[in-house]
């Protein structure tokens, strides 16, 4: 294993770990089944891109592990990062106590469709991802760096947060919580602004992006916005 191929398995355990932690302390409880097939699918969904792009593009896997706030450079991203993930964390903490304490009741049948939602983003994310190996987690323009307009870059111009979107506004349901909703409300709100800023950023730095602008009218959903 060289030492990419090292830093990101490394990164995996520890996000897997993290999520674990976040998940199952609030909730305290062993038959949490919610909580632990969200919890297999995102390990799977991380396994799989994880090893997929390693082996098709390692560019993007040295990108993507420059992430978080303190990784961004504009300070109006830092902020809205700030927030986005402290909105983030408060969702899943909020979900597994709403669990604990039974504070809203979700029906099986919903976590189940919201679990397929989180599984459809992963998809729609992956595409993305492949589609793009510029696609930082950071806001930058790097050098050499090239507008990308096909794949689902051709249907919105922002379709990795079109597709994270919808799963992170699952979650909660998915965790079987109706509460978490509030959080993840405010983390789609800090997306949007983010998407704003990223945009204005592009048009400014990168050659070519006002015009696709032009050419590609919808930010996230075609035909609404």
Request: glycine share 6%.
């Amino acid at each position: 294993m060289d030492n990419l191929a090292r830093r990101a398995v490394t990164g995996l355990i520890q996000f897997q770990l993290a999520l674990a932690a976040i998940i199952f302390l609030p909730a305290w409880s062993l038959t949490y089944w919610q909580g632990l097939i969200y919890w297999l699918l995102f390990g799977a969904w991380c396994v799989v891109t994880t090893i997929y792009f390693l082996s098709h593009d390692r560019p993007l896997i040295e990108r993507r592990m420059q992430a978080g706030p303190g990784a961004e450079r504009e300070p109006r991203q830092k902020l809205i990062m700030t927030i986005a993930v402290a909105a983030l964390v408060a969702l899943y903490l909020i979900s597994a106590l709403d669990y604990r304490f039974g504070w809203s009741f979700v029906p099986a049948e919903i976590v189940v469709l919201c679990d397929v939602l989180v599984v459809l983003g992963f998809y729609g994310i992956f595409l993305t991802l492949r589609e793009n190996s510029f696609a930082a987690a950071t806001v930058t323009v790097e050098s050499g760096q090239r507008v990308i307009s096909t794949g689902p870059y051709a249907l919105v111009r922002h379709p990795m947060y079109a597709t994270a979107l919808p799963i992170f506004l699952a979650t909660p349901p998915a965790l079987g919580s109706w509460w978490g909703l509030v959080p993840a409300a405010l983390f789609a709100a800090m997306i949007v602004w983010r998407l704003l800023d990223e945009e204005a950023y592009l048009a400014r730095n990168l050659p070519g992006y006002a015009d696709y602008q032009l050419r590609v009218r919808w930010r996230l959903v075609p035909g609404i916005w």
